[in-house]
């Protein structure tokens, strides 16, 4: 039996936030600038009908013929504006082209996709999420003012920092238990 190799694309997607200029409210502060969260309407099927429109474009019959059976959006958050992308290990670098070359996001908004990491594994990608995540966090602490801790985010910024992760620990509690006594 062949097992299916697969690649997981972590995708940020840089979106500006759109200015008013007769705004009263807090200024935005620069890590924000392009990680706004996207719109709420954006869901991974419409991610994936892009990214397949952008295969067409790109590389015709042939590049949506070859992904079309691994192709998929396995995660997509637009608070934190990251996407997880599966695509077959044969043709990755096709989905990566292709999500690089998509500048609009489905309700018309301007964005860049940018590939942060590529994992054989899903969980490799999802401790990156969540490693990017804290980054993210205590930058904002240290803009706002207030030292690293997620204390400094009041200032007029909602922050919501949605990462689901399951990740099991190596070891189990009574080995641990046991050198302590030692």
């Given amino acids: 039996m062949v097992r299916l190799k697969n690649r997981y694309l972590l995708l940020e997607i840089l979106s500006p936030v759109p200015t008013h200029p007769t705004s009263t409210s807090a200024p935005v502060p ?95 990608v999802q401790t990156e999420v969540v490693r990017r995540g804290r980054l993210v966090v205590r930058s904002l602490g240290r803009e706002s003012g207030e030292g690293p801790g997620v204390e400094g985010l009041g200032r007029g910024v909602d922050v919501d920092v949605d990462v689901d992760v399951d990740v099991r620990s190596g070891g189990s509690s009574e080995e641990d238990e046991g050198s302590e006594g030692s």
């Fill in 30 to 124: 620069p890590s924000l600038t392009f990680h706004a969260p996207l719109p709420s309407n954006l869901t991974p099927p419409l991610l994936l009908s892009a990214l397949r429109a952008s295969l067409v474009a790109l590389y015709g019959d042939y590049g949506a013929g070859v992904t079309a059976s691994s192709l998929s959006v396995k995660y997509l958050s637009p608070a934190t504006s990251t996407a997880i992308v599966r695509a077959s290990r044969a043709h990755y670098r096709l989905v990566w082209a292709a999500a690089t070359m998509l500048e609009k996001l489905p309700g018309g908004r301007g964005c860049v996709f940018r590939v942060v990491r590529v994992s054989g594994t899903m969980r490799g």
